[in-house]
Each structure stands twice: as structure tokens, then as C-alpha cells.
Nanobody, 117 residues
């Protein structure tokens, strides 16, 4: 599975941005897609994930501000980010997981999100 993310950029605090990620290759193996992020000097952390069945999971720091959407037919996952804060600044990675794996094994190239104060 290959993942191609787009979106991101620079926004002022309080603004909004959206990310999208398209999967290609053996997409029939995907059960979950989502987003993780990594800020400089910090570990990669969960942003949000969504399964084919529609269940979602959010990191505590983004709950009530971010929303994840899946278009399973288009092998695409979207992340709508609202009320952005400077601490949301990070490289955001798209990821995909099969139904038989406990970890996300496919990763996109990352897209930079910068929130200015």
C-alpha cells in the first residue's frame, strides 16, 4: 500500500486546515486509515484513526477540534483541523493498517502543518 498525503501549510492560531490522503496498491487489505503527527524533539503521536466500519479514535489533544472522515470507495482519508493551536505544529503522517495487524504498517511521506501564534 502506498499513501499520498496532501494539504497542510501555514495558518494562524484559531484557523483551520484540511489534509487528505489517498491510498493505492493493495487497498483491499486496508481496514483502518488515520493520521499521526510528530513535532520536533517529540515522539510520534496519534491524531485520529477511522476504520472501514466507521469507528473513530482521536488523540486527547485534538478531540472536539479535529474530525476524521473516510471515503472507503475512494481509498481516501481526510482530516479537518479546526481551532488550530501553535502546539499542533508538526509533520502529519497518513497511515494505514490491515485488519490482521495490530500496528500501522503503511506510512505516507508526511506533510508539514505550522500554526503561528
Amino acid at each position: 500500500v502506498q499513501l499520498q498525503a496532501s494539504g497542510g501549510g501555514l495558518v494562524q492560531a484559531g484557523g483551520s486546515l484540511s489534509l487528505s490522503c489517498v491510498a493505492s496498491g493493495r487497498t483491499f487489505t486496508i481496514n483502518d486509515m488515520g493520521w499521526y503527527r510528530q513535532a520536533p524533539g517529540k515522539q510520534r503521536e496519534l491524531v485520529a484513526t477511522a476504520s472501514n466500519e466507521g469507528s473513530t479514535n482521536y488523540g486527547d489533544s485534538v478531540k472536539d477540534r479535529f474530525a476524521i472522515f473516510r471515503d472507503v470507495a475512494k481509498n481516501t482519508v481526510y482530516l479537518q483541523m479546526n481551532s488550530l493551536k501553535p502546539e499542533d505544529t508538526a509533520v502529519y503522517y497518513c497511515a494505514a493498517k490491515t485488519s490482521w495487524s495490530s500496528v500501522y504498517g503503511s506510512w505516507g511521506q508526511g506533510t508539514q502543518v505550522t500554526v503561528s501564534s
